[in-house]
């Protein structure tokens, strides 16, 4: 798995699957969410739409990952995935792990050999830098060590929106 750490614009990427950083509702956000749906477009919301309407009424939980296709964007599939939210008191760092480790694994099972996350829970959720780093590094080398499974995206890119985050994805994937 070659796992690199860029600074920039998630949309922007020419990637197979990029992760949205989403909130339960999947209907789109602030932050990256809100960045994701404008660049997608109205196709993407109508899928998550239905997605509400079919197999989440409820929400997507906080840990869980979701495919959907990717509009207008680069890439074929964004996957959504809902972090824990600190502020709402949301604070055991396994789930956020888990969004990094179930987005991996909804990519493999789409075939997908690229996929860019980007800093969830690390905007307006609350984790700190280096709490998101630490749970990406961990859940990726999970990912890398499991041989039982096929071979999941060979090509992992970290997008940081700040020079703080960037430097703690790089600490942890260096």
């Known amino acids: 798995m070659d796992v690199r750490v860029v600074r920039g ?5 020419d990637v197979d699957a990029i992760v949205n950083a989403a909130n339960s509702s999947l ?10 749906h404008a660049a997608a477009g109205p196709a993407l919301l109508a899928e998550c739409r ?12 906080a840990g869980d990952a979701v495919a ?3 509009g207008k964007l680069h890439a074929r ?16 760092r396994a789930i956020l792990r888990s969004c990094f480790a179930r987005s991996y694994e909804v990519a493999r099972g ?11 829970g ?10 998101v780093a630490r749970s990406a590094a961990e859940a990726l080398a999970a990912a890398a060590a499991d041989g039982a499974s096929p071979a999941g995206p060979a ?12 430097q703690a994805f790089r600490n942890r994937t260096a």
């Open 9 to 13: 614009d998630i949309t922007a990427l």
């Open 27 to 36: 209907l789109g956000g602030g932050g990256v969410d809100g960045a994701i």
């Open 50 to 61: 239905e997605l509400r309407r079919a197999r989440y009424p409820d929400g997507l939980p």
């Open 68 to 70: 959907t296709g990717a």
């Open 77 to 92: 599939w964004v996957i959504h995935t809902v972090g824990p939210n600190r502020y709402a008191g949301q604070t055991d």
């Open 110 to 120: 789409l075939g997908a050999a690229s996929i860019a996350f980007p800093a969830i």
């Open 122 to 131: 690390g905007g307006v959720y609350g984790w700190s830098a280096e709490d």
């Open 155 to 166: 090509t992992v890119l970290l997008v940081a929106f700040s020079a703080d985050m960037e």
